[in-house]
């Protein structure tokens, strides 16, 4: 019996170990998603809004539809890449007390990211039209890797956040934030206010 046993069970291991290629499949480590980057090509935004500014051609710009979001907040969509910049902007109206409160709650929601941050970078960078803008680069598991803050001190206040609706984890997306984050570049630099 236990010679019986013996042959069976050989003949099934040898009958297991064909030479079959699809049978010696060895499941292989996922790789980095691949993302095709077009050349930017760039376009100026409708003047629909108190503010105007070249955005990439790629990209959509779609009203924020967030309960609390305001008539001229708007979204530049990349639904290529599940990324979106997060435009909100607000009145001054000549009000001191009131951008003080504004710029505050936008260096709040910066600083949530620290937390998460393995790199937290602030920066001002000096633009085309002579006015500043402080840059803030972030990376690591934060929620959003790029964002930016600029007015003219009187009139306007624009706050910009870059944001991905994806699982994907960002070091496999920093090609693509590098792209949007030159994007965004490009967009303070040809940044105008409307009267």
Request: aromatic letters at 12%.
């Amino acid at each position: 019996m236990i010679k019986y046993s013996l042959f069976i069970l050989t003949g099934i291991l040898l009958a297991a170990c064909g030479s079959n290629p699809s049978e010696n499949y060895i499941p292989k480590p996922k790789g980095y998603p691949r993302f095709d980057l077009p050349m930017p090509s760039y376009k100026l935004l409708d003047p629909t809004h108190p503010y105007q500014f070249e955005y990439n051609k790629i990209a959509r710009i779609l009203p924020d539809t967030f309960a609390r979001s305001e008539p001229d907040w708007i979204f530049i969509n990349y639904p290529a890449y599940k990324a979106s910049v997060q435009l909100t902007y607000k009145p001054v109206r000549n009000d001191m007390k009131r951008l003080r409160a504004m710029l505050d709650d936008s260096y709040k929601l910066a600083a949530r990211h620290k937390i998460k941050a393995s790199m937290f970078e602030q920066r001002k960078i000096r633009l085309k039209s002579g006015l500043e803008a402080s840059l803030i680069d972030l990376s690591g598991e934060v929620p959003s890797q790029v964002q930016f803050i600029t007015t003219d001190s009187t009139t306007h206040f624009l706050r910009g956040a870059l944001y991905f609706n994806t699982a994907t984890e960002n070091d496999s997306l920093q090609p693509v934030i590098q792209y949007i984050r030159k994007d965004i570049l490009h967009l303070l630099n040809t940044l105008k206010w409307r009267k």
